[in-house]
């Protein structure tokens, strides 16, 4: 059992910079694929960005490329997200989401464990 808790969201104008974090329960943090989500009202939970147990590998949506950044701190079991140069179309609540099996990284369904939530709100 993984419980997430998110924290780090805020009101900040286009161009500015946030820097999320999700702290993770438990002593098997390592061992699970961690990954960041985003949803609008009315939509889809969209994928943002993913990353690999040990931190190696990382994976993006492409309107974040360049942009945000994903990382992990295995030790503090932490998984952060640095989004800079935001944008109005960033605005969403930011979800953290963990999973051990798989390899469908942007796939929602398939994560096991997810935090309540963070609201980001670009203003233009």
């Known amino acids: 059992q993984v419980q997430l808790a998110e924290s780090g969201g805020g009101l900040v104008q286009t161009g500015g910079s946030l820097r999320l974090s999700c702290a993770a329960s438990g002593r098997t943090f390592s061992s699970y694929v961690m990954a960041w989500f985003r949803q609008v009202p009315g939509k889809e939970r969209d994928f943002v960005a993913a990353?690999?147990?040990?931190?190696?590998?990382?994976s993006y949506t492409d309107s974040v490329k360049g942009r945000f950044t994903i990382s992990r701190d295995n030790a503090k079991n932490t998984v952060y997200l640095q989004m800079n140069s935001l944008k109005p179309e960033d605005t969403a609540v930011y979800y953290c989401a963990a999973r051990r099996y798989g390899s469908r990284w942007s796939v929602a369904a398939e994560y096991e464990y997810w935090g309540q939530g963070t609201q980001v709100t670009v203003s233009s």
């Open positions: 990353i690999s147990t040990s931190g190696i590998m990382t």
